[in-house]
């Protein structure tokens, strides 16, 4: 069978640029993978992209180049907005409501700490609204609270989130994803959510989405450098189903093998730069299987992340991402040859 891919994007604040450039390689540079990408997800920064991935027209570039425009000014969200807009953006009726199901934006629930995931959408006005939170951060986050994801659950005051409709969110069942947008409902219950990254730096892709789907290789792409290339994706990716999450991980484990295997992973990032080797300290994990190096390259990195930098240096991050894409993945091939072989 054709592989069928899943395109994962981890928190990236303003490093968002190099996953962009990532995408404009898959989708446009190389047709033949874009061709091959039926799912997208992401978190924080990568959630921004990832929705515009899924429901910005693949037929020319150049709303995506647009985008990517507005993205180097800073203006990301705001652009993905006016592409939403009827009658003067680009978004079609239908790509929206393909995108319930096939979107997967991660968030943190400021309750419990915990990761979720938005994937449901009644209309534009809630994919944007589960963006935002996707990408929120909280007055009272504290620095070190990145680094702490994964690891213990961090709450974060209700009135400091955005308030999503919970009718967008994977509640653990696999009714949840039937790929239908729920009905709209101003008067649905509501919870606050923050920024996906202060719970796992990658987005929990639901299994029964991914088994539905028959996603075969989950892509992800980080710009912080550390291991590239095939892994098998572990099952701190995933958000079980409600019937399956008690159950002891071997036996969700073993369960999935009985159903084919996990799909194989794929990791995008920069390369590492030397730095790290002189550290006698093992990659750093960030949740959702996600490990970078602690390096000079990724403290720049995520000084770029977090204060932003020039529109021109932020294009040199596009252009990066869109190298490292060609380099890992276009110039060896096409799907079949690349992901079959790992």
């Given at each position: ?11 990236s ?94 968030a ?17 006005e ?9 990408a ?61 990254g ?15 789907l ?8 980080s ?60 990659p750093?994990?960030?949740g ?55």
């Open positions: 069978m054709p592989p069928r891919l899943l395109l994962s994007l981890s928190g604040g303003h490093l968002l640029c190099y996953q962009l450039g990532v995408v404009r390689a898959l989708l446009h540079d190389a047709p033949k993978w874009g061709a091959h990408m039926v799912a997208f997800a992401g978190t924080s920064g990568g959630a921004i992209v990832a929705a515009a991935a899924a429901l910005l027209p693949r037929e020319t570039p150049s709303a995506l180049d647009r985008f990517a425009e507005a993205a180097f000014r800073g203006g990301a969200f705001a652009q993905l907005a006016h592409e939403l807009e009827p009658g003067c953006g680009s978004v079609r009726a239908s790509s929206l409501a393909d995108a319930s199901g096939s979107l997967f934006l991660g943190t629930a400021c309750e419990t700490g915990e990761p979720a995931t938005l994937c449901r959408f009644s209309n534009a809630a994919l944007l609204t589960c963006v935002l939170a996707s929120a951060i909280p007055r009272s986050v504290h620095p070190l609270d990145v680094l702490l994801a994964g690891g213990r659950p961090l709450r974060y005051p209700e009135h400091e989130g955005i308030f999503v409709p919970s009718s967008c969110a994977w509640a653990g069942d696999e009714a949840d994803l039937d790929g239908a947008p729920p009905a709209a409902d101003d008067d649905a219950p509501r919870r606050a959510h923050v920024g996906g202060l719970s796992s730096a990658l987005p929990r892709l639901p299994a029964t989405a991914l088994e539905r028959r996603i075969s290789t989950v892509l992800t792409v710009p912080a450098a550390g291991p590239r290339g095939a892994s098998t994706l572990c099952e701190a990716s995933l958000l079980p189903c409600a019937r399956a999450a008690s159950a002891p991980a071997d036996a969700r484990a073993a369960a999935a093998r009985a159903r084919g295997g996990l799909p194989t992973r794929f990791h995008v990032c920069p390369a590492r730069d030397g730095s790290w080797a002189r550290l006698p300290l093992p750093l994990s960030l959702g299987g996600l490990r970078c190096d602690w390096s000079a390259a990724n403290a720049r990195a995520a000084a770029v992340a977090v204060l932003g930098a020039s529109p021109a240096a932020l294009r040199d991050w596009f252009e990066r991402g869109r190298d490292d894409a060609a380099e890992l993945l276009v110039a060896r091939g096409s799907p079949v040859d690349v992901l079959l072989s790992v």
